[in-house]
């Protein structure tokens, strides 16, 4: 009995049939990765050879909503990579909305997307500013104080980064948050 060779789907005519599939144009696509238009070309018409830079595959890959591994170009970082738990909570929100990344990028402002891409990946943290993330949590129908604790969580974070030890000052920080809260969720 012969069985049939898979041959594996090019990188190139992967990202093509999903942007055909989206209907996604290539410019907005450029943007959300963070590329010229005419790479996007190039790389769909195979002019160039596909990205091998991880942080390119990253994005393609958390805009296509696949892994990154599934691009044979793609190599796996040495480096660990930290799970964030308020990036997974966006992504929950996500799959409980029905909402693909790329409807979730579209409601964003174009100069934002890339932004967005990269904190949807892991490569750069929950915004600390409020508005902005008050902005992603309303996209994502989050209640008010789902959105407070993220960013509770997320200015912790901060305040434990920058030196502070948030368990032996906790009543300072306790009574901060009190307040802020009482402020915000008003």
Partial sequence: MKTKQIIPQKSSEKLAEFLDKNGLHKRDFAEMIGVTLSYVYNLIDETVPFSTRGTTIERIATVMEISPEEFPEYKIPQEPILVDE??????????????????????????KRL?????????????????????????LNMGKEEIYNLWESRMKQVLSSAGMNIYSNSELVNNMFSCLSKYLLK
């Fill in 115 to 139: 932004d967005i891409v990269d904190i949807l990946r892991g490569a750069l943290p929950v915004p600390i500013d409020y508005k902005e993330l008050q902005l992603i949590g309303k996209t």
């Fill in 86 to 111: 308020s990036i997974e909570i966006i992504k929950d929100y996500l799959k409980e909305n029905k909402m693909s990344v790329v409807s979730f990028l579209k409601s964003f402002p174009r100069k």
